[in-house]
């Protein structure tokens, strides 16, 4: 698209060669990011659905607070980290830091709960420090990934669905009780009965959770297909070859803190996955964050990661819309 002038806002891609992410900036001044919500909201609800993020950069945002005020300015109540993979701290109600993995660790591209079955329509990212070096959000458009992937790679992954194996609380990973956010063995039960997945307690104390999943979905507006997974972050494949020899040899198989098979349990092929993670890397969008910068996605239709970075960097997330398969 051109860009768009209006009376308070000015619209244009980020980029020349595609329109991921739109950049929102305001037309003069530094005015409020909260107080231009009337402005922005009709913009989001015209554009999120088509472009998949907008990126709002030179609007004035004071802080955690402020940032909680906006995302849930769209009408929806901002949601809890339930579930969770990676660890988090909660920064205020229904805002969390970005995922807490060493700053040498690269993030691979990834829709938010997508190896689940129930995920945030909507994601925001809010850069209250960008990092002196590194540090970038990419992000890729999941229906373009999706054309991307080799036909009958895709259609095997549609077809016969994914099935995540977690084993939590043995030390190796997030401990169950953070999973879950609860101490309590009756509510983990509780709420793996009503998100359709299979948990048992091992003798040891450990819990193993399986929930089969999709591999590609459409979209619940737009009917477009989008890759939506996180196969290639589960399966032990992701994992440096060093650890993963090292890590087998400490547990047998199922026993690994987390795994992903073909929907009916059996593996999935190493090589297959090496094309995934070829795929997502060649659709990969990056830019540099500027302090105080917005990203909103739609996280059905825009993957995001996390780039390596030297410094200090504090990138906060929200999420909100629950949407699920039951």
Known sequence: MDAVTTATLTIRPLRDDGPLPLLVEPAA????????????RPLVERHLGVEGGLLFRGFALDGADAFRGFAAGFGHPLLTYEFGSTPRSKVTQGVYTSTEYPPHQHIPLHNEQAYTRDWPMKIWFYCQQAAPEGGETPIADSRA???????????RFARRGLMYVRNTGNGLDVPWQQVFGTEDRGEVEAYCRGHGIDCEWKPDGELRTRQVCQGAIAHPVSGEMLWFNQAHLFHVSNLEPEVRSTLMELV???????NVYYGDGSPIEDETLATVRAVLEANKIS??????????LDNMLTAHARAPFKGPRKVIVAMAEAHGLH
């Open 145 to 155: 990934v999706y054309r991307a992937m080799p036909a009958e790679l895709r259609d």
């Open 29 to 40: 001044g530094t005015p409020s990011l909260i107080e231009a919500l009337p402005e922005i």
């Open 287 to 296: 830019f540099p964050w500027q302090a105080g910068d917005v990203l909103m």
């Open 252 to 258: 047998d198989e199922p026993d690994l803190p987390r």
